[in-house]
């Protein structure tokens, strides 16, 4: 039995109602099925031997990825009074080696149970490992209650190639028409972000779009408040540890975006 049947047979045998469960031929069918059935599984302790096997395998999976570093991220490059840089960058923010990467959370910090969603944080939690689910478990029974909007949690990135994940629970705008205290929310995941990440002496943070796509905060508007957040940040801060924050995008149109704000 290879590596990712071992993985799929264990996550199966950990739940009975996966009993009639059968194992893909194809190398796709097999990582989709390893994923689904980590995204849907509740926070608990795994063996020895499966976090290694399943740290092996996305270390595989991240290699054929390739890591990014931050030199490759200078898609557009700002100067900004302070002397410090903003980047634009278009792609997976799994593959990025910064200090930190940001995760765009809901408020059980637990991630998305939902398999193989599309959403940044099934992304994020899928490439990372079962550990960082667990981890973030441990946070919110430590604090007790569900993460507040605009506020911050870090944590480590397991098989993710940045130091640390920062998770931030962005407004949600079922209108699609922010009110002013939704805005201040949102440059609060901005403000909260930058200062874990100074805390801990990070250098670099790459920001998802926070709030924007299921959670409809609007982009362009997004984007404004992301970047006059992080300069005022730094104006406010002048000795703070963060030398660059990179713009991580998806769409193109969020990326055409920060190329006009920068």
Avoid at 52 to 79: H, M, P, S, T, W
Avoid at 176 to 198: D, F, H, V
Avoid at 210 to 231: C, D, M, Y
Wanted: glycine share 4%; with cysteine; hydrophobic share 35%.
């Amino acid at each position: 039995m290879n590596r990712l049947d071992c993985l799929i047979q264990y996550l199966i045998n950990e739940d009975p109602q996966y009993a009639e469960m059968r194992i893909p031929e194809d190398l796709q069918g097999k990582r989709d099925l390893f994923r689904a059935l980590r995204n849907v599984r509740e926070p608990k302790p795994v063996s020895e031997e499966f976090l290694r096997l399943q740290d092996e395998e996305l270390q595989a999976q991240l290699q054929e990825k390739g890591v990014v570093e931050l030199n490759a991220c200078r898609d557009v490059i700002n100067r900004v009074s302070t002397d410090k840089q903003l980047l634009v960058w278009q792609g997976d923010i799994t593959r990025l080696k910064v200090g930190a990467i940001v995760n765009a959370a809901n408020s059980q910090m637990l991630g998305c149970f939902h398999p193989l969603h599309k959403c940044i944080d099934n992304a994020i939690h899928s490439a990372a490992g079962v550990q960082l689910r667990e981890e973030c478990h441990q946070l919110m029974l430590q604090q007790g209650h569900e993460e507040p909007t605009g506020q911050a949690k870090i944590t480590k990135s397991y098989n993710l190639p940045c130091k640390y994940v920062i998770h931030t629970v962005g407004p949600i705008i079922p209108t699609g028409i922010p009110t002013p205290m939704q805005k201040e929310q949102l440059a609060s995941c901005y403000r909260s972000i930058m200062q874990l990440a100074g805390e801990n002496r990070l250098e670099s943070v790459a920001f998802c779009c926070i709030s924007t796509g299921e959670f409809r905060f609007p982009n362009q508007l997004a984007a404004e408040i992301a970047v006059r957040t992080v300069k005022d940040y730094w104006a406010e801060h002048p000795n703070c540890s963060i030398k660059q924050v990179v713009f991580n995008v998806f769409k193109d149109i969020d990326k055409k975006i920060y190329q006009r704000l920068l």
